[in-house]
C-alpha cells in the first residue's frame, strides 16, 4: 500500500476510534479526550503558519484567547454567539495579516515576528486582566458546560470538518503547492512566478482563524475563560506539542498534543513537577534525534528514503501533454509580438547604499535573442544591477522595461510572469523536493507551458531523491530546466558556471547558447570567464564604478584602454 493509501486508512481507523471512544471511557476519561482535541485543533492551527508558511509563532495563545473569550462574553452580555464569533474570527485575521506582514517586509520574518505576536498576546492578556467591567479581571467568566458526551461529540465533529477543509483548500490543493515553495524558498518561489507575501500570509491568516475556533470549543470544555488562556505558557505548551508531534502532517499536531495533554491530566498537579521535566528531556531528544518530531520518523520510514516533502497531488500533474503547451522550438519560430521591443532597456539607473554610490545612471539594452554578457572587476555593481532587473531591489532613478513595459514598480513573481526567469549564482532549487517536483512547480505558474527538450528528461520524471542530493552540475541543469519550464523570454545569469569544472562549465555553456538559439530569448549574464565569455557572449558590456565604460563585440573589449585600466586598477589581469 502506497504511504498515502495507508494514511488515509490510518485517519480512517483514528476518527472511527474516536467516534466509539466514549462507549468505552470513563466521564474524566472522555472529558479529557475532549480537552485533547481543543489543544490538537489549536496546535494543528499553529502547523499551518509555522510547518506549512514557515512562520514562527511564539505568542498563537492571543488566537486561541480571542475565541474562548468570544464565548464566554457572549454568555455574559447576551450577546449571539455567532455575532461574538465573527468578531473574534474577524479580528484574529486583521491582527495576523498586519503582524505578518510587518514580519515579512523585513526580509528575515522570525524575530520580527517573534516579538510582534508576543506583544499581542502580552497585551491581550493585559486587557483582559485590567477591563473588569468587561471581563471579570483575574477571575475570568465562567461558561455553562452541557453533558460530557454531547461536549466530545460537538467538539469531534468541529475539528474533523476544520481538518477536512484545510487539507482540502490549503494543503492538498495548489494554494499548498505554492504555499510549500514560499516556504522553502521564498526567492526560488518568487523567481517561479509566486506571490509568496500572499500565500504565506493567508497561511498564517488560516492559522489564527483555525486557533480562534478552537478556542470557542476550549471554552465550554473548561468552563472557565481566564487571562492565562492568552498567555506565554499556552504559547509555549502549543509549541512542544508541535515540535514533538512533528510538523507538515494532518495527525502529528493532534495526536502530540492529545497524548501530551492526557499525560498532563491523568498526572496530575502532584506529578506534574516530574512531567514538566520529562517533557523538556523528551522535547530536547526529539529535536536533536528527529528534528521533524514523531510524524517525521513515520513519514520518513513509510517514504522508504523518497523524498521527505512532496507536492500536494493536486498540483502534481505532469502539464507536459496539455494542448496548450508549445515546445521550445515552436516560441523560436513563432516569437511573441513583444519581441518587436528591447527585451530589457535602462536608462539612468541609479542605487546607493548608504553614503556608497554603488550604480550612476547605468544605460543599457538587451536586444530580444541576443546574449549579453556584463563584465567588470569586483565591487563594480554587477549583481546589484541584476538583482534590480529581477525586482529584488528597487533603483533610487531610472527607468526599466521589460519588453517595452514599464517594470520599475513591478514586484518579483509579476516581473517572471512578462517573461523573466532567473539563474542564481548558487544553484537555487528546492531541496527538499524531487527534481521532477521541482520543474512541476516552475511549470505550475508559467504563463505559456513549454515542454523541455529530451536532455532534461532525467530531471522530469526522478521523483526518488531530494533535489539536495545532486551534484552541482546536475542542481544547475535543475535550475535550467525550472527556468525554461517558465517559457522565460528574458533570462538574468549570475556568474553561471561558478564553482564548476572545466568540463561541466563549457557544457554549460554550450547548453546557454542553444538555449538562445532554439527559443530566441534574450540573456543578461555576469560571468568572470573570460573564455566563457568569449564563447557566450554576442555582445559585452564593461561596469566599472558604477558606470559603462565599454560595449561591444569582445574583441574590441579586450583592445579597450579604459577596460584593461579599470582591470589592472583592480588587481586583475
Not at 44 to 53: E, I, K, P, T, V
Not at 332 to 339: K, R, S
Amino acid at each position: 500500500m502506497s504511504a498515502p493509501r495507508l494514511a488515509g486508512a490510518v485517519t480512517a481507523l483514528l476518527i472511527v476510534a474516536l467516534a466509539a471512544a466514549p462507549f468505552g471511557l470513563s466521564a474524566f476519561a472522555v472529558a479529557t479526550l475532549t480537552l485533547g482535541l481543543c489543544f490538537g485543533l489549536f496546535t494543528y492551527g499553529l502547523d499551518l503558519a509555522w510547518g506549512r508558511a514557515g512562520l514562527l509563532s511564539v505568542g498563537h495563545a492571543a488566537f486561541f484567547g480571542c475565541g474562548a473569550y468570544a464565548v464566554a462574553l457572549s454568555e455574559r452580555h447576551g450577546i449571539p454567539l455567532m455575532l461574538a464569533l465573527a468578531v473574534a474570527l474577524a479580528a484574529a485575521a486583521v491582527i495576523t495579516l498586519v503582524v505578518v506582514r510587518i514580519g515579512l517586509a523585513s526580509g528575515v520574518p522570525d524575530a520580527p515576528l517573534i516579538l510582534l505576536t508576543l506583544g499581542v498576546s502580552l497585551l491581550l492578556q493585559k486587557a483582559a486582566t485590567t477591563l473588569t467591567s468587561l471581563t471579570n479581571g483575574t477571575n475570568g467568566l465562567p461558561v455553562s458546560t452541557s453533558d460530557i458526551v454531547s461536549t466530545y461529540y460537538r467538539t469531534l465533529v468541529a475539528v474533523v470538518v476544520v481538518v477536512g477543509l484545510c487539507t482540502l483548500l490549503i494543503v492538498r490543493s495548489r494554494f499548498g503547492a505554492r504555499l510549500t515553495a514560499a516556504a522553502r524558498n521564498p526567492e526560488r518561489a518568487a523567481q517561479s512566478g509566486i506571490d509568496t507575501v500572499r500565500v504565506r500570509s493567508t497561511a498564517f491568516a488560516a492559522s489564527a482563524v483555525v486557533s480562534t475556533i478552537a478556542g470557542a470549543l476550549y471554552a465550554p470544555v473548561a468552563g472557565l475563560v481566564s487571562p492565562p488562556v492568552f498567555g506565554l505558557g499556552l504559547s509555549t505548551s502549543v509549541l512542544v506539542w508541535l515540535a514533538l508531534g512533528g510538523r507538515e502532517s494532518t495527525l502529528g499536531p493532534l495526536l502530540g498534543a492529545v497524548a501530551l495533554t492526557t499525560g498532563q491530566q491523568i498526572l496530575g498537579t502532584a506529578w506534574l513537577g516530574w512531567y514538566v521535566l520529562g517533557l523538556a528531556a523528551l522535547f530536547v531528544l526529539v529535536v536533536q534525534v528527529a528534528p521533524a518530531g514523531l510524524a517525521g520518523l513515520a513519514r520518513s520510514w513509510l517514504s522508504g528514503g523518497r523524498p521527505g516533502v512532496a507536492l500536494p497531488p493536486a498540483a502534481s500533474r505532469d502539464r507536459r501533454t496539455s494542448p496548450a503547451a508549445v515546445s521550445l522550438d515552436q516560441r523560436a519560430d513563432t516569437p511573441p509580438a513583444a519581441g518587436r521591443d528591447a527585451a530589457l532597456r535602462l536608462e539612468g539607473i541609479a542605487k546607493s547604499f548608504g553614503p556608497v554610490r554603488v550604480l550612476d545612471g547605468v544605460d543599457l539594452v538587451v536586444p530580444p535573442g541576443r546574449c549579453v554578457c556584463l563584465i567588470g572587476p569586483n565591487g563594480a555593481g554587477k549583481s546589484t544591477l541584476l538583482a534590480i532587473v529581477a525586482g529584488q531591489l528597487a533603483a533610487d532613478a531610472g527607468t526599466l522595461r521589460i519588453f517595452g513595459r514599464d517594470a520599475a514598480a513591478v514586484p518579483v513573481h509579476r516581473r517572471v510572469r512578462m517573461g523573466l526567469g532567473r539563474m542564481f549564482q548558487i544553484p537555487s532549487v528546492f531541496t527538499a523536493l524531487s527534481p521532477a517536483d521541482n520543474i512541476r512547480l516552475a511549470r505550475m505558474e508559467a504563463p505559456v507551458l513549454a515542454e523541455l527538450p529530451e536532455e532534461y528528461e532525467d530531471l522530469v520524471t526522478n521523483d526518488a531523491i531530494e533535489a539536495g542530493t545532486l551534484p552541482l552540475a546536475d542542481r544547475r541543469r535543475l535550475e535550467m530546466a525550472m527556468v525554461l519550464a517558465g517559457a522565460p523570454r528574458l533570462v538574468l545569469l549570475d556568474e553561471p558556471t561558478a564553482g564548476m569544472g572545466r568540463q561541466d562549465a563549457r557544457r554549460l555553456t554550450q547548453e546557454l547558447k542553444e538555449v538562445t538559439v532554439r527559443t530566441g530569448c534574450a540573456m543578461l549574464v555576469v560571468e568572470h570567464d573570460m573564455e566563457i565569455v568569449r564563447e557566450l557572449a554576442d555582445d559585452v558590456v564593461v561596469l566599472h564604478g558604477g558606470r559603462i565604460i565599454a560595449h561591444g563585440p569582445m574583441d574590441d573589449i579586450v583592445a579597450d584602454t579604459a577596460v584593461r585600466e579599470a582591470y589592472l586598477g583592480a588587481g586583475r589581469c
